[in-house]
């Protein structure tokens, strides 16, 4: 496994959003297979992704979750050793009534 792909990626969510942390990390995977993707349980409402220790997309700033494409956008930037950007577009989280 190359160094850059090593550590790449951690979520840390809120209990329950385990099957968001399951469809981004099969995703990134999928597209880098030597990525190395973690995850763990974080504190409540929270939905967080780290590209190389650097916080990169934050639920509780945008309020939804991220865009798949805004995910692999930012493995491949930082892939190519490109500076990372904070992902501020997101998805609304479903809200059933």
Same mark, same amino acid.
């Given at each position: 496994?190359?160094?850059?792909?090593?550590? *790449?990626?951690?979520?840390?969510?809120?209990? &329950?959003?385990?099957?968001?942390?399951?469809?981004?990390?099969?995703? @990134?995977? %999928?597209?880098?297979?030597?990525?190395?993707?973690?995850?763990?349980?974080?504190?409540?409402?929270?939905?967080?992704?780290?590209?190389?220790?650097? *916080?990169?997309?934050?639920?509780?700033?945008? &309020?939804?979750?991220?865009?798949?494409?805004?995910?692999?956008?930012? @493995?491949? %930037?930082?892939?190519?050793?490109?500076?990372?950007?904070?992902?501020?577009?997101?998805?609304?989280?479903?809200?059933?009534?």
């Amino acid at each position: 496994m190359s160094d850059l792909l090593q550590n *790449l990626m951690s979520f840390q969510g809120a209990f &329950g959003y385990e099957s968001r942390y399951d469809e981004l990390s099969q995703v @990134v995977r %999928d597209e880098f297979d030597e990525a190395d993707v973690s995850g763990f349980v974080g504190r409540t409402g929270s939905f967080e992704i780290k590209i190389n220790e650097q *916080l990169v997309f934050s639920k509780l700033e945008t &309020g939804g979750f991220p865009y798949k494409e805004d995910i692999l956008n930012a @493995v491949q %930037d930082a892939c190519d050793g490109k500076p990372l950007q904070k992902l501020t577009r997101s998805r609304a989280p479903c809200v059933i009534m």
